[in-house]
């Protein structure tokens, strides 16, 4: 009798061999299983930084550096390119939430000024790092759903 953990590794084994099969028509299946077709699953991929087309495979290598493929389902990361879109969002938003409590801070307590610096700062590097991968991830996302490209000026289709 099999213990349950030859069983399991069996069927990683098995679906292993199905998804590096030699039959095209197999992998193409494999890849194309997982394929995420609505807004909302690019968006819930893009904030769980995910493969946009797969959903499972990770997104990032770094911090913010692109991973070339996605290791689930093969999509070349070469079409990404977020630009400064999530980072000027982020700083909009942190400044907003930033400003507004220091000067209701202000208004309301009068502190000294060492007060304001370990409050803020703390919480400057906390608003703008945290939701900045996630941020880039929904852009990229969002790009691979609405089939975003660089424009092409002149004669070129």
């Known amino acids: 009798m099999r213990s349950a953990c030859e069983v399991v ?12 099969g030699d ?6 299946a494999a890849m194309t299983q997982h394929t995420i077709t609505t807004l ?10 995910a493969c946009p087309r797969c959903g499972e495979g990770r997104l990032f290598a770094g911090f ?5 493929k996605c290791e689930r389902c093969g999509l070349d990361n070469g079409f ?3 630009g400064d879109g999530p980072a000027v969002f ?3 938003l942190a400044g907003a939430i930033v400003v507004g409590a220091a000067l209701i801070t202000e208004i309301l307590f009068h502190p000294p000024y060492w007060v304001h610096a370990a409050l803020w700062l ?7 790092l945290g939701p900045l991968r996630p941020m ?7 790009q691979y759903h609405h089939k975003a490209a660089e424009s092409r000026f002149g004669g070129e289709p």
């Open 23 to 28: 039959d095209l028509a197999t992998r193409f």
């Open 80 to 82: 990404a390119d977020s």
């Open 136 to 142: 880039k991830g929904l852009m990229i996302a969002l």
């Open 9 to 20: 590794c069996e069927k990683k084994k098995a679906t292993k061999l199905v998804v590096r």
């Open 64 to 68: 913010l550096t692109l991973r070339p």
């Open 90 to 92: 982020i700083m909009f």
């Open 40 to 49: 909302s699953g690019a968006i819930g991929a893009g904030l769980s930084c």
């Open 122 to 128: 703390p919480l400057i590097v906390v608003v703008t």
